[in-house]
């Protein structure tokens, strides 16, 4: 069994121990030192599972923090949570934002073990949405309109994708831009206005709604 993971660890010898090992078992392993990075990797291609620390520079529950953000923007895929915190408390929040937990120390088998048997469960989130005539198939990043090819650009893509994944949720224009540009994005304020004229203009009206002073739905 084989898979693209993230990895998200910032102590640079577990990190490499920790993809190294993935690697040797078949895996496609992503892995990234910061919060900053995970994101960035994150838009980038999907992942059929995300492997998460939770302390990071970032904070001291900076993993369960991201982990929280990705679950409530549509990221669906399986987390796995590595961790020195024992307590019960952060044991039942991995649980509650990701589908395993793993305190520090492991054992590398036992994590390739946890791995696979997340992978077993299959992708959480839908492979297939439509609406209003658009097709987004999620594992192949691909967009038709009635049947033809449609041409987004990788933002492009990330919008639609976060809204198609949440029919009917209604996303803030700052939300939007927190969930693709990142935390603490200052740039231009209407940026997602853009994006939304855009993909309009691509894929037809009737895709995205404007919700008058909330924001953004694709109908459910």
Do not use: C
Request: glycine fraction near 10%; aromatic fraction near 8%.
């Amino acid at each position: 069994m084989s898979g693209r993971l993230l990895l998200l660890e910032d102590d640079p010898d577990l990190g490499k121990a920790v993809a190294q090992a993935l690697e040797e078992h078949g895996f496609q392993v992503s892995w990234a030192a910061s919060q900053e990075e995970a994101w960035e990797l994150l838009w980038e291609v999907p992942f059929q599972a995300l492997i998460l620390d939770v302390r990071l520079p970032e904070g001291e529950e900076a993993g369960f923090q991201l982990a929280k953000a990705l679950r409530e923007g549509g990221f669906a895929q399986p987390i796995l949570f590595l961790t020195a915190k024992d307590a019960l408390d952060d044991r039942l929040q991995g649980l509650e934002l990701g589908e395993d937990y793993l305190t520090k120390p492991f054992a590398l088998p036992e994590l390739i073990a946890r791995v696979r048997a997340l992978l077993r469960r299959g992708e959480v989130r839908p492979r297939r949405v439509e609406a209003a005539g658009v097709v987004l198939e999620v594992e192949a990043r691909r967009v038709t309109r009635e049947g033809l090819p449609v041409g987004l650009t990788a933002k492009e893509y990330q919008v639609l994708e976060l809204l198609m994944l949440n029919p009917g949720r209604i996303f803030s224009k700052e939300e939007i831009l927190e969930r693709i540009w990142g935390p603490g994005y200052e740039g231009e304020s209407n940026l997602v206005e853009v994006y939304v004229k855009n993909l309009r203009r691509k894929l037809g009206e009737g895709v995205i709604e404007t919700v008058r002073g909330l924001g953004y739905r694709v109908p459910g």
